[in-house]
């Protein structure tokens, strides 16, 4: 630690844990600085800290799109898409819904708002949306309403996805 430690505020700190500490400490209020720091920290760990700690979808995909690290990019439109779902599965606000839909990134997001969704239309978007065959799988056997599998399955190119759904012996209207 050097002296002109004492004077600074902890986030700027030469000791990584005092800065993740400080971090750890910071609510939504911090918005602008947590983005800050994801930006520009030194160390990778209070930068994904960071990224995990931000609440607001745009601030995040922003991060994202200008982001030099890969893998602090994908954690930041994995975050994003966690908070994106938690909106697009509500029934109380379609209009929100759907646009939180339409604002995600991850793949995953995508598939988990197509099995869980209470609204029909917010399904079929985040449905549409879904181009990977191993994904659109994981809709066909997650889903609980029929109309769901079977356009997930219908999206399907992959014979051997299409084969592996088929033996496994789930439900019938994915099988047939």
């Known amino acids: 630690m050097s002296l002109v430690d004492i004077f600074r505020r902890k986030w700027k700190h030469s000791d990584p844990r005092k800065r993740a500490e400080a971090v750890r400490d910071m609510g939504p209020a911090d918005l602008a600085r947590l983005v800050h720091i994801a930006r520009e920290d030194a160390d990778e760990g209070v930068r994904e800290l960071a990224v995990k700690k931000i609440t607001s979808p745009e601030a995040l995909i922003e991060l994202a799109d200008d982001a030099e690290d890969g893998a602090l990019a994908d954690l ?18 379609p209009g929100d819904a759907l646009s939180a839909v339409e604002r995600i990134r991850d793949t995953s997001a995508l598939v988990d708002v197509a099995i869980r969704a209470p609204l029909e239309e917010v399904r079929s978007v985040a449905l549409g949306r879904i181009d990977d065959d ?3 799988a994981d809709v066909a056997r997650g889903a609980k309403r029929e109309e769901t599998q079977c356009g997930a399955v219908e999206r399907i190119r992959d014979p051997g996805v299409l084969r592996a759904l088929a033996l496994e012996g789930g439900r019938r209207v994915v099988a047939l």
Request: charged share 30%; proline share 0%.
């Open 76 to 93: 930041a439109v994995q975050r994003a898409g966690e908070l994106l779902v938690t909106v697009a599965v509500r029934d109380d606000q």
């Open 134 to 136: 191993r994904a659109l």
